[in-house]
């Protein structure tokens, strides 16, 4: 029996030693030592009533584990456990490789209470659904690797905050959840790496990274996470939380993509390091308070729809990207958003600088848009402020400052409703530009446009110019469509402008002239309206080519010539056009306005052209010399200065009756060519030639005078005209044959040298013509030998001058007291040739011809009364003649009485007979 007792007693230790306990049985430690060391630990198989000392170690299938103070207990090997709690002042260290795995349990996982420790430099694990609380004043040192299902890292207490000091990893599929309730967080000391995802399940739960390094290649999207450290981040992961602090110095070692719901914000304290690499957010809003900091050589890139709020302070230096979507900046406090780095926006995509009203966007790197840069609001502005601007697509929205120094390339258009040039702009293009500002393209007092060679075309809008202003040369500014132009005065508008299409209206608010420096030129087609609002001056320094339309509409408006060459082959037209200085005058086109010209201009025109009228003022001058000037104004020109016409034509030659000035002028070649007429305004002579091309010339009751060399030249229907005054011209005639003296209608012939000789042509009807009325023209030839001339003299006239008289029966008559005594002379009518020749001619006078009541002219002397070696009567007598029948009985029909006067040819005698029907007579 004793003997059975005993083997009883042995088989039952063995039991006991072998078995597996239940989960109520207990383990404390009970001193310092190795975790799989049984003299580390006591054992409680009551629920901790009675303590008795470990027959074995602590594993996943125990109950309840504590470390107790001052225990300090080693895990040497890996093990299984839950339920672990580290008492105040107790450690518990992992050796190197060696790995803690807990597993899910009842209650709280592992919990380590204040002022307990947790070693590494092993490795605690977790798997499944655990929960870690590390109370305030814990040290959880040890690496911590959540290795599946979700890991709660939480303080159950206030202040709810799990401090992991060591090295945590996350694997696929596994989650680190670092706030189940609000306000709760997880605060990650050491490096982090993560492959599976890091999370708060509460919207109110935070992550803080403190960690030296975080690689993400899962999923972080925590409702709060903080980069609060020096941290380096790398991995290809996503970063989506709902709003990501930057409050410490993170660092990117590759490229990093955030999608975070509501923000990203780098706070004041806070810098993000590009570090080279691309920083990609593609949602919610990227904030940068006041003193924060994006800096590095690297990229920020955005993609989608997604916002900016940089705070005044802030310091965005890395490049940014505008890749997709639309990005929108904007700042609450009024502050400028600054992006200091290179700005780029690529095609498909928008920058909105300016979205809320007051909101602007400086851009202190160099910006290549090749999508759309706008700013929305209309108190949006987007500021250029570094050296480059790239446009290869749209700049738009409402206010746009050029504010530096920046060269501008591109093959963009700006439609932008105000674009600025401002202060301190200087502006040079690197290729042509063209502009579409809705309102304005205003360049600031002290601001430069440099065209630098190429060609700056505005297509709409205004282009303003404030005091102080310059666009400089060389290269040019072009309008397109109907911009206009507000030039103040003191700007400098160097460079040269080209009116190319549409109507550009120039004007200036102040009063003061606005001054064009370069080169102008109007293109066929196009206009420029110098003067719109009265007082609106324009003044052109350069030189200025018109193949358009130079006008100013205002009756107050004007343009003034100040340069060196006008070239008109257009027309100038509207109000007050002034030359002021030294100016060559071309061109094919036309003035339909009064060209005035300044004190001290001198203008040379160097071709023919048509032009209003002129008013040449004191002191200045007008050559013309060997041109054709062409007037169609009403009384064209006002000369008070000098008007040199060597060699030159000046035609009348409007549409309406015009008179021609004669004040301070005397005319090398006038032509008439106007159908309406033309009035002479006083007596005035013409050296060279009178042309009378198309209409009268009524010189009314003044004397025009042409010089001794000066010819008359009149056609049909196309002649001078008048009452009592006269067409003059004194020259010295010797021995003339068939010379129209002057071409006044007078040709003379005789073999005596008639020497100074006077002709006047007058046009008034001359009375006492043996009872009738001459036509309406008559000369008085007066030459200084005037005596026994046997001279022919032909009379032309013309036949609107007839005054009702028959050609055929055209004879002339002589007045010798300038027509109060009339004498028949006789002569030879000519109806086709439109003259009457009579000849022996001893003397000349004045001259008309008359038919009125004349049937024929006899030439006859009565025997007794004649004497042959004189060929003249000895006396007068009366003689009566008779006109009868051609057939018998030769009835008489008519008789005149007339008086047979002294001739030095045959006598003849004007028989005046009543009948006035035609008769033919024997």
Not at 151 to 180: C, F
Request: with cysteine; glycine share 12%.
């Amino acid at each position: 029996m004793k003997t059975f007792r005993t083997l009883f007693l042995f088989l039952a230790l063995m039991s006991v030693a072998g078995s597996t306990f239940a989960a109520n049985e207990l383990f404390r430690s009970i001193a310092s030592g190795n975790w799989n060391l049984t003299s580390s630990w006591q054992m409680s198989t009551n629920g901790g009533g009675v303590w008795f000392a470990a027959t074995s170690t602590p594993h996943d299938t125990s109950g309840a584990i504590t470390i107790r103070v001052p225990n300090n207990v080693t895990v040497s090997a890996n093990v299984t456990a839950n339920q672990l709690t580290i008492d105040s002042g107790a450690v518990l260290t992992i050796n190197s490789g060696v790995v803690l795995t807990i597993i899910a349990g009842s209650g709280n996982d592992l919990t380590l209470l204040n002022g307990s420790i947790l070693n590494g430099p092993g490795t605690v694990r977790t798997q499944g659904t655990i929960e870690i609380n590390p109370r305030a004043g814990s040290a959880f040192n040890a690496q911590l690797n959540v290795n599946t299902g979700t890991t709660v890292a939480n303080d159950q207490t206030s202040p709810y905050q799990g401090n992991l000091y060591g090295n945590v990893t996350i694997d696929a599929g596994a989650t680190l959840n670092g706030g189940s309730v609000s306000g709760f967080s997880t605060v990650l000391y050491g490096s982090v790496t993560n492959s599976g995802t890091i999370t708060t399940i509460s919207v109110g739960a935070s992550v803080f990274m403190k960690g030296p390094s975080l690689t993400n290649s899962g999923i972080i999207n925590a409702a709060r996470f903080y980069f609060d450290s020096i941290t380096t981040v790398t991995g290809s992961g996503l970063h989506s939380s709902t709003n990501t602090y930057v409050r410490g110095n993170t660092t990117l070692a590759s490229n990093m993509t955030s999608s975070p719901s509501s923000q990203f914000i780098v706070t004041s304290t806070g810098t993000l390091n590009t570090n080279g690499n691309t920083f990609t957010i593609t949602s919610g809003t990227l904030v940068m308070e006041a003193g924060a900091t994006i800096s590095g050589s690297g990229l920020v890139r955005t993609q989608n729809a997604l916002a900016f709020n940089i705070a005044g302070g802030a310091f965005f230096n890395a490049d940014l990207n505008i890749n997709t979507g639309t990005t929108t900046s904007y700042n609450g406090t009024g502050n400028p958003a600054v992006y200091y780095g290179d700005v780029s926006i690529d095609a498909g995509a928008t920058f909105n600088g300016g979205s809320v009203s007051g909101t602007k966007a400086f851009y202190y790197g160099s910006v290549t848009n090749n999508g759309t840069l706008t700013a929305t609001s209309t108190g949006g502005e987007n500021h250029i402020r570094g050296s480059i601007l790239t446009n290869n697509g749209t700049i738009t929205g409402n206010n746009f400052y050029f504010d530096t120094t920046t060269s501008v390339s591109g093959t963009g258009s700006y439609t932008v409703s105000n674009i600025y040039i401002s202060a301190n702009g200087n502006i040079s293009l690197l290729n042509d530009v063209n502009v579409n500002p809705v309102s304005v393209f205003q360049i600031k007092t002290g601001g430069t446009l440099n065209p630098n060679g190429r060609t700056f075309t505005i297509i709409s809008g205004t282009l303003a110019m404030e005091t102080g202003a310059t666009i400089s040369a060389s290269g040019l500014i072009r309008t397109q469509n109907g911009p206009g132009f507000n030039i103040a005065g003191g700007a400098f508008f160097n460079a040269d402008l080209n009116i190319n299409t549409g109507t550009t209206i120039s004007y200036n608010g102040t009063g003061n002239p606005a001054i064009y420096y370069g080169d102008v030129t109007i293109d066929a087609g196009a206009t420029f309206n110098g003067g719109n609002i009265s007082g609106t001056k324009a003044y052109y320094y350069g030189s200025v080519t018109n193949n358009g339309t130079l006008t100013a509409v205002s009756t107050g408006g004007m343009n003034r010539i100040r340069g060196n060459t006008l070239i008109n082959n257009g027309v100038v037209s509207g109000y007050n056009f002034w030359f002021d200085t030294t100016t060559a005058f071309s061109g094919t086109g036309s003035f339909t306005t009064n060209a005035n010209f300044n004190t001290n201009a001198n203008v040379t025109l160097l071709n023919g052209h048509q032009m209003l009228s002129l008013s040449i003022n004191t002191g200045s001058s007008f050559n013309i010399t060997g041109r054709v000037l062409k007037l169609s104004g009403g009384s064209p020109i006002s000369q008070n200065g000098t008007f040199t016409q060597t060699n030159a034509m000046v035609e009348y030659n409007g549409t309406s009756a015009q008179t021609v000035s004669v004040t301070n002028i005397t005319y090398n070649k006038l032509k008439i060519n106007n159908s309406a007429g033309a009035l002479l305004a006083g007596s005035v002579t013409v050296n060279d030639s009178l042309i009378i091309q198309s209409g009268i010339l009524n010189i009314n009751t003044r004397i025009l005078t042409l010089s001794p060399t000066s010819v008359l030249k009149e056609s049909a229907g196309n002649l001078i005209a008048g009452t009592t005054g006269y067409i003059t011209t004194t020259r010295t005639i010797s021995a003339p044959s068939a010379l129209n003296v002057g071409g006044l209608g007078a040709v003379i012939t005789t073999a005596a040298n008639l020497g100074s000789t006077e002709l006047r042509r007058g046009h008034a009807i001359q009375n006492g013509l043996n009872g009738g009325t001459s036509i309406k023209r008559y000369f008085d030839i007066t030459p200084a030998n005037n005596s026994g001339l046997n001279a022919t003299l032909v009379f032309l006239y013309d036949e609107t001058e007839l005054n009702g008289k028959p050609e055929a029966g055209l004879k002339l008559f002589t007045s010798s007291n300038a027509g109060v005594n009339w004498i028949l002379a006789g002569g030879t009518p000519n109806a086709a040739n439109n003259s009457v020749t009579v000849s022996g001619l001893n003397s000349f006078s004045r001259w008309s011809a008359d038919s009125s009541s004349v049937s024929l002219v006899i030439n006859m002397a009565i025997e007794g009364f004649y004497n042959p070696a004189t060929n003249r009567l000895n006396m007068k007598d009366t003689v009566r003649a008779y006109l009868r029948n051609i057939s018998s009985p030769y009835a008489i029909v008519d008789s005149a009485k007339s008086l047979l006067i002294l001739s030095t040819s045959m006598p003849c005698s004007d028989f005046r007979m009543r009948r006035t029907e035609p008769i033919t007579y024997r």
